[in-house]
T-cell receptor, first 112, second 113 residues
Framework: DTGVSQDPRHKITKRGQNVTFRCDPISEHNRLYWYRQTLGQGPEFLTYFQNEAQLEKSRLLSDRFSAERPKGSFSTLEIQRTEQGDSAMYLC??????????FGPGTRLTVL | GENVEQHPSTLSVQEGDSAVIKCTYSDSASNYFPWYKQELGKRPQLIIDIRSNVGEKKDQRIAVTLNKTAKHFSLHITETQPEDSAVYFCAASPSGKGNQFYFGTGTSLTVIP
C-alpha cells in the first residue's frame, strides 16, 4: 500500500497521560498536514509542514500539542496531559504540487 | 479565517434521483474547492475538485459548480446509486498559506434502493 499510513489506528488512554501518533506520507510528498475530526464534524486543520519546516499552526493547537517532521518524511503528533476533550480522530494528509491532499486512515483517540 | 458552511446536513434520495449539496465560503482568497467522500470508518477520499478560474466541472455522474461572486459552490450527483451513500464534505483552500483545507460540517447522504 503506497498511500498515507498512520499508527496506531486506535489509542485509548487515561486523562493526564501523554500520547504520540505517527504519520507516514506518500514518499514523494513534501507537504504534510494534521487535522482533527470529531463526530459529526468536518476535519479541522491543526498544523502544516513543508519538508521539515512547520509553517502553519492553528489556534486549535494548544501548548499541550506538538508536532515534528524531523527529516521531512514521517511526522509525529504528541499530546501531553491528555484531556477528555482531546478525544477525536486525528487525520494526516500529504501532497506534492497539486493541491489535492491524500488522507491517511486516521488515529482514533479515546481519553477516559 | 475561512468559514465554510454546508447544507443540508442530511439528505435522503431514491435510487436514480439526483442529489445536490451546497456550500458557501467567506474568504475571497480561497481558490481551490475539493469535495471528499467519507464512508463510515474510512479515510476521506477526493471525488471531484474545482479551481477558482473554472465555473463548472463534470466527471461522469458527478459535477461541481462554483459562483465566485456569491462565494458558493455545489455538488451535483445524478442517477444516484446505493453505493453513493456516505458523508460528503466540501472544503475551501485559501492561497498564500499552506493551502490547508477548511471543511464544511458534512452531509450524510442516504440513497434508498
Amino acid at each position: 500500500d503506497t498511500g498515507v499510513s498512520q499508527d496506531p489506528r486506535h489509542k485509548i488512554t487515561k486523562r493526564g497521560q501523554n500520547v504520540t501518533f505517527r504519520c507516514d506520507p506518500i514518499s514523494e510528498h513534501n507537504r504534510l498536514y494534521w487535522y482533527r475530526q470529531t463526530l459529526g464534524q468536518g476535519p479541522e486543520f491543526l498544523t502544516y509542514f513543508q519538508n521539515e519546516a512547520q509553517l502553519e499552526k492553528s489556534r486549535l493547537l494548544s501548548d499541550r500539542f506538538s508536532a515534528e517532521r524531523p527529516k521531512g518524511s514521517f511526522s509525529t503528533l504528541e499530546i501531553q496531559r491528555t484531556e477528555q476533550g482531546d478525544s477525536a480522530m486525528y487525520l494526516c494528509a500529504s501532497r506534492y504540487n497539486h493541491p489535492e491532499q491524500f488522507f491517511g486512515p486516521g488515529t482514533r483517540l479515546t481519553v477516559l | 479565517g475561512e468559514n465554510v458552511e454546508q447544507h443540508p446536513s442530511t439528505l435522503s434520495v431514491q435510487e436514480g434521483d439526483s442529489a445536490v449539496i451546497k456550500c458557501t465560503y467567506s474568504d475571497s482568497a480561497s481558490n481551490y474547492f475539493p469535495w471528499y467522500k467519507q464512508e463510515l470508518g474510512k479515510r476521506p477520499q477526493l471525488i471531484i475538485d474545482i479551481r477558482s478560474n473554472v465555473g463548472e466541472k463534470k466527471d461522469q455522474r458527478i459535477a461541481v459548480t462554483l459562483n465566485k461572486t456569491a462565494k458558493h459552490f455545489s455538488l451535483h450527483i445524478t442517477e444516484t446509486q446505493p453505493e453513493d451513500s456516505a458523508v460528503y464534505f466540501c472544503a475551501a483552500s485559501p492561497s498564500g498559506k499552506g493551502n490547508q483545507f477548511y471543511f464544511g460540517t458534512g452531509t450524510s447522504l442516504t440513497v434508498i434502493p
